[in-house]
């Protein structure tokens, strides 16, 4: 198994400003995601944290506003830039050691006022 | 993707059996079935999975239909904890990410 935590735990945060989560899992693991979840809806990916390399992002999900970086197997940061109202959300890492199970973060809440 | 057809809610009493189904008629050969759940401010939780053959672990089984089409997800004792959101998601053997749709909420009654 792994155990996946993540900070901050929730923040608010201005209109303008950049966040930067963390995501730290106990043991190596292979592939990292981003998602995110408004509320009340499901969750939607951003994208996959490549370690070494840049991430991969999903349709509608961009670098510059969510940079991601993954200097190793166990770490991976989502910078969530220029922030808006709209970008309130929970932020969810998840990590998948071995071939079928993936592990989620407890998530970081987010509100931009 | 292959897509997945849950019902948005379903309700229980607890200590019952709840069956949760899933439909995937558009289910391709290399798709493995699998089941997380989302319990109340919490990130989502592997269940089960499974490709062909029912499967069984101390969570739930699972019970796939012979052509493929549909699963259902059985808990045997449902108890209040189990009340989440069940996600019934479709997923190549790995490095993937998993594909969310709605999901069922489950509501478990005393």
């Known amino acids: 198994s792994a155990v996946i935590s993540q900070k901050p735990s929730r923040d608010i945060c201005q209109r303008g400003t950049s966040l930067t989560i963390q995501c730290q899992v106990d043991s190596q693991v292979t592939m990292m995601f981003w998602y995110r979840q408004q509320p009340g809806q499901s969750l939607t990916l951003i994208a996959t944290?490549?370690?070494?390399?840049?991430?991969?992002?999903e349709s509608g999900f961009v670098i510059d506003k969510f940079p991601i970086s993954r200097p190793n197997l166990t770490f991976s940061t989502l910078t969530v830039s220029n922030m808006s109202p709209e970008d309130s959300s929970i932020y969810l890492c998840s990590a998948e050691k071995g071939i079928f199970e993936q592990f989620f973060g407890p998530g970081t809440r987010l509100t931009v006022l | 993707d292959a897509k997945t057809t849950q019902p948005n809610s379903m309700e229980s009493n607890e200590e019952e059996p709840v069956h949760l189904p899933c439909n995937h008629s558009?289910?391709?050969?290399?798709?493995?079935i699998h089941w997380y759940r989302q319990l109340p401010s919490q990130g989502p939780e592997y269940v089960i999975h499974?490709?062909?053959s029912n499967v069984n672990n101390r969570m739930a089984s699972l019970a796939i239909a012979e052509d493929r089409k549909s699963s259902t997800l059985i808990l045997h004792r449902a108890t209040l904890r189990d009340a989440a959101v069940y996600y019934c998601?479709?997923?190549?053997?790995?490095?993937?990410?998993?594909?969310f749709g709605k999901g069922t909420s489950l509501l478990v009654t005393p």
């Open positions: 499974g490709l062909t």
């Open positions: 944290a490549n370690q070494g390399s840049e991430a991969t992002y």
């Open positions: 558009t289910i391709s050969g290399t798709d493995y």
């Open positions: 998601i479709l997923r190549g053997i790995s490095g993937y990410a998993l594909n």
